[in-house]
């Protein structure tokens, strides 16, 4: 991960560094495994996308799912982002990080009336209503509350993200959204409603997009939506695209991802059919954002070879970074001591008592001894937010970098964590 597709990460005199701070300084200090972010990385990619959209009215709303500790959601609402949430826990996170509610959006399918309520509270920017039965159900709870709530409806364009089959979420045989054939008749049905004030047209085709032309596709379908609309004197002022891009998880022969700015001329050209009518973009990037910013820090345990295979058993494990396993993703991998040995094929594991349980298979690496650090990378995004305690494993300690300086922005877990509000029966 020190190439450019990672800038807060370089070797200086052998030693990789998240900025000016040497990673296994990080480690002797807070122990492994933990998770370092750079935080000129993060700000850098911010304003990557706020720089590709400049010239239109935009809104860039933080995807909370991808990496929700405090210390980051706090950066990026000092940067001025919104947010993209999907739960009353992710909103709860947000205001707590000094996030502003009225820069939120609330997504998901399955928004429970409780999560509807404290929504309403906080006067979020609106809902993505995802059902026809949803709407009327944050109709209802709009009325009791005696507020209108903002809403924008989100569509299934029916657009291949052409990602992996977990992540992609524009296909009709996707849970996401309402159906494009069932949009109209939904839209009219919701402007009807007291509860509802219908402003925004939604949709999120998937992550870890690696072209401009889904979002290209799925923006021409909702901006056709969207000036049909106008014309029975439905009126939408929002239009929101969802996730951002995918990122470069330096696997030999993947493309890299489109550049932020032929991102978003790819959008400014997709959205030029609708002439006059002027509307606000809203964008949900995650990945994007944090990904490349962060590594995860792992100290080698132990060395053992088979027959057939040399296995590199590592302190971090699946709870920690489950996208190997999971979606049988690629993140890069180097030592933090710089290495001129030649490299032998190892795959990375972890302590758990799975076969899954794997960072890497047949990894080309230098040779590292027991105690060498091994640094994970492109782990930012959907690294910690989708850890677990499996095996009672304590979560990851969390390291945000600021040039020569870096605080802990989440403690390792202890072992009485784990077992809090457990309980034994009489
Ligand atoms: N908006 C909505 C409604 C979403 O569902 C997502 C991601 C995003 C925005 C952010 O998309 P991004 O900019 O990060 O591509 N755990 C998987 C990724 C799941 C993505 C879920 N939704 C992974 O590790 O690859």
Not at 99 to 109: E, L, M, N, Y
Not at 219 to 232: D, K, Q
Not at 404 to 425: M, S
Request: proline content about 4%; some cysteine; overall charge negative.
């Amino acid at each position: 991960m020190t190439s450019a597709a990672f800038p807060g990460f370089e070797y200086r005199d052998d030693a990789l560094h998240c900025e000016g701070v040497a990673l296994a300084a990080v480690a002797a200090a807070v122990g492994t495994p933990v998770f370092v972010y750079s935080r000129g990385a993060i700000e850098t990619a911010y304003r990557a996308y706020d720089a590709a959209l400049a010239g239109i009215d935009h809104l860039i709303c933080y995807s909370v799912k991808a990496n929700s500790s405090l210390g980051i959601l706090n950066l990026l609402a000092r940067l001025g982002a919104g947010a993209d949430i999907v739960s009353g826990g992710e909103l709860y996170r947000w205001l707590k990080a000094g996030g502003d509610a009225g820069k939120v959006v609330f997504s998901g399918v399955g928004k429970t009336e409780a999560e509807m309520r404290s929504a309403l509270e906080a006067g979020i920017l609106a809902f993505n209503v995802e059902s026809g039965e949803e709407i009327d159900v944050l109709d209802r709870v709009a009325r009791a509350a005696g507020v209108r709530a903002r809403v924008a409806l989100r569509v299934n364009p029916d657009v291949d993200a052409q990602t992996h089959p977990y992540i992609s979420t524009g296909l009709t045989q996707n849970k996401f959204g309402i159906a494009a054939a069932a949009a109209r008749d939904a839209f009219r049905r919701a402007a009807d409603l007291p509860g509802l004030d219908v402003r925004g047209i939604d949709c999120h085709i998937g992550s870890q997009l690696t072209k401009t032309s889904p979002f290209s596709d799925a923006i021409a379908r909702l901006c056709e939506l969207i000036l049909s609309l106008a014309s029975e004197g439905i009126r939408i002022t929002d239009l929101d695209i969802g996730g951002g891009l995918g990122i470069d998880y330096g696997k030999d022969g993947d493309a890299p991802p489109p550049s932020h700015d032929a991102y978003g001329a790819a959008v400014k050209q997709a959205m030029s059919v609708l002439g006059d009518h002027q509307v606000r973009l809203l964008v949900e990037p995650g990945r994007s954002i944090v990904g490349p910013a962060g590594v995860l820090l792992a100290r080698v345990l132990y060395n053992k070879d088979n027959e057939v295979k040399h296995f590199t058993i590592v302190d971090a494990a699946m709870n920690d970074l489950i996208r190997p396993s999971f979606y049988g993703s690629h993140h890069p991998m180097q030592p933090v001591r710089r290495s001129a040995a030649a490299s032998r094929v190892t795959d990375v594991v972890g302590p758990i008592c799975e076969t899954g349980d794997f960072l890497a298979r047949d990894r080309a690496l230098p040779p590292m001894e027991r105690g060498e650090l091994l640094a994970i990378g492109a782990a930012g995004a959907y690294g910690f937010t989708m850890s677990s305690n499996y095996n009672t494993r304590p979560r990851a300690a969390e390291v945000l970098v600021s040039g020569e300086t870096w605080t802990v922005i989440r403690d390792r877990e202890t072992l009485e964590h784990l077992v809090r509000g457990e309980r034994i029966a009489e």
